[in-house]
């Protein structure tokens, strides 16, 4: 299993003001203020981007490749996420946006569209030969997968071990378009951070195939500008059901499982999984989780509203659906898209490796949190009350940063120097 080296998201200090509004809203309580600043823990960030929506000044941002980043190889292969699509009014075609690809500098094109309905295939099939044994869980949302990770280690075996449409598009370029070849740049056209961590610390597979992940934000105005002038010629080959991955539904629609569920946005993920481990989610056979809100469209490197983006590209699946089926641009025959090793648990809130210091920890920690108000109210940098007491059993903070412990510290002190102020030397006091 790869190691968790890299973040794509990340904080520029100069902008933050400590107003601690993203540590309310992570959903692996991954952040912390001091000093009047945010700090990412590395070990639980999840690379979700909800920090990254909910910054009001900006200061969380994700870092992906830019497009000069193109020069670094002789053949450089887009492989754009459908969300793509979406970004750009409905007359501007499928095919029009990916000829303005090859126009910004691309040599070749394959749409992760078409990978996806290869995983929807090979889903299907997985679903049913394994039926009964669910509800299986989509592993194509790389937050998702590094969420029961950390949280949900206990359903890590309900993930479908599958590779995402990114990383199967990325092969099928290296391994049947460009065979043999060691000159080829594969790079993915992101709309969400997690896509460019998961892309330097694989899932399921010893090492990724993609060379560079670029958001779609860095390349929305090059090729709005670009497009009107490029001359359109058939280059997508993907149907409607490819292209619906980049909104919720659009993996359980490819699928045609009647028992199948989406389910988007972080808070309603952990509600979906939280039924799940307890055991009250029933008749449900394959669950379809994104972390962004509606899906990729909502991706922090998007660019457009995503409830436009959605209703761009259900535009854009209605009429490639009203066209004749084109011929596929691989032959995927034989092609192996299951993952080469399982996901582990990321044990990022285990409080020591020593389970006799981590019990004896967790038992300060259950006093410390006892003696706490429980308003969760942030003040003293972490996102709970419980979450505090563990930074001060870690020894990460003191109680005196909760501003009510100061406060009663504060109380007893002056009660003591007042009776301290009352006391009688012993030759002077009479009583």
């Known amino acids: 299993m790869n190691g968790e080296s890299f973040h794509s998201v990340t904080l520029d200090?100069?902008?933050?003001t400590g107003c601690t509004t993203c540590i309310r809203f992570c959903p692996t309580e991954a952040i912390r203020v001091r000093k009047?600043?945010?700090?990412?823990?590395?070990?639980?960030?999840?690379?979700?981007?909800?920090?990254?929506?909910?910054?009001?000044?900006?200061?969380?941002?994700?870092v992906s490749d830019p497009l000069a980043a193109l020069e670094r190889f002789p053949v450089r292969v887009a492989i754009p996420a459908p969300t793509l699509y979406g970004q750009f009014d409905e007359?501007?075609?499928?095919?029009?946006?990916?000829?303005?690809l090859l126009a910004l500098g691309f040599t070749d094109v394959l749409e992760v569209a078409w990978a996806a309905e290869l995983v929807s295939a090979a889903t299907s099939a997985w679903v049913r030969e394994h039926s009964g044994q669910g509800p299986w869980i989509s592993s194509a949302c790389p937050a998702v997968v590094k969420?029961?990770?950390?949280?949900?280690?206990?359903?890590?075996?309900?993930?479908?071990?599958i590779l995402s449409p990114m990383e199967a598009a990325a092969r099928l370029v290296k391994e049947r378009m460009y065979p043999g070849r060691d000159d080829i740049g594969v790079f993915f056209i992101?709309?969400?951070?997690a896509k460019v961590t998961v892309s330097r610390c694989p899932q399921g597979t010893t090492a990724s195939a993609v060379d560079g992940v670029i958001g779609i934000k860095d390349v929305y105005l090059p090729l709005r500008n670009i497009l009107p002038g490029v001359p359109e010629r058939p280059l997508g080959r993907a149907r409607g059901k490819g292209l619906g991955w980049a909104h919720i539904d659009g993996e359980s629609d490819a699928l045609g499982d009647p028992r199948g569920i989406s389910v988007s946005g972080i808070d309603d993920v952990i509600s979906v999984f939280e039924a799940l481990e307890n055991g009250t989610m029933?008749?449900?056979?394959?669950i379809e989780a994104l972390a962004c809100p509606a899906g990729c469209v909502g991706g922090p490197l998007t660019v457009e509203n995503p409830y436009i983006a959605r209703g761009r590209i259900r535009v854009r699946e209605r009429r490639i659906d009203a066209l004749p089926e084109r011929e596929a641009p691989l032959d995927a025959s034989g092609f192996n898209i299951l993952w080469q090793e399982s996901v582990q648990p990321r044990p990022a809130l285990r409080l020591d490796k020593d389970i006799l210091k981590a019990m004896i920890m967790m038992e300060e920690m259950e006093v410390i949190a006892e003696s706490l108000p429980g308003l969760d109210c942030g003040s003293c940098g972490a996102p709970s009350c419980r979450a505090f007491a563990e930074d001060v059993a870690r020894g990460l903070a003191v109680k005196t940063d909760c501003i009510f412990k100061l406060r009663e510290d504060v109380r007893k002190l002056a009660e003591q120097l007042i009776d301290m102020e009352r006391m009688q030397p012993p030759g002077l006091d009479k009583d």
């Open 13 to 16: 200090p100069a902008k933050c």
């Open 36 to 62: 009047g600043r945010a700090s990412i823990m590395d070990e639980r960030c999840i690379d979700c981007g909800e920090c990254i929506r909910r910054c009001p000044q900006g200061a969380k941002r994700a």
């Open 91 to 100: 007359r501007y075609t499928v095919d029009h946006i990916l000829c303005g």
């Open 147 to 161: 969420l029961i990770q950390v949280r949900f280690p206990s359903l890590l075996d309900k993930l479908v071990p």
């Open 190 to 193: 992101s709309p969400c951070a």
């Open 282 to 286: 029933r008749n449900v056979t394959f």
